[in-house]
């Protein structure tokens, strides 16, 4: 049984950092594309950034030089920098992966979803 598991959330004061990590487990084949999502109380989920397995990187408008999401393939977690916080940046924070589960190689990945963890941004 694959499955994600975040840590690193917690209370922060405005412009502070945090690191999120995010830890894939069970018998994985390989990980396609990963990445971070957010959800503000009474909003909708959204993107915060994703990594490709080629570590090509994607950020919402609103993270774009304050936060950083990178990857380590040989412990399969991703990670996600977050510098110069926000107010606004509280939410409850969701890994999200593409992940080929087993020991044999498919043409298609399986998407994952961590239970997410809290962070909030104290003004």
């Known amino acids: 049984q694959v499955q994600l598991m975040e840590s690193g959330g917690g209370l922060v004061q405005a412009g502070g950092s945090l690191r999120l990590s995010c830890a894939a487990s069970g018998v994985i084949f390989s990980i396609n594309a990963m990445g971070w999502y957010r959800q503000a109380p009474g909003k909708q989920r959204e993107l915060v950034a994703t990594?490709?397995?080629?570590?090509?990187?994607n950020y919402a408008d609103s993270v774009k030089g304050r936060f950083t999401i990178s990857r380590d393939d040989a412990k399969n977690t991703v990670y996600l920098q977050m510098n110069s916080l926000k107010p606004e940046d509280t939410a409850v924070y969701y890994c999200?992966?593409?992940?080929?589960?087993?020991?044999?190689?498919?043409?298609?990945?399986?998407?994952?979803w961590g239970k997410g963890t809290l962070v909030t941004v104290s003004s």
């Open positions: 999200n992966a593409d992940i080929v589960p087993g020991i044999t190689s498919r043409n298609y990945g399986i998407d994952y």
């Open positions: 990594i490709t397995s080629g570590g090509s990187t």
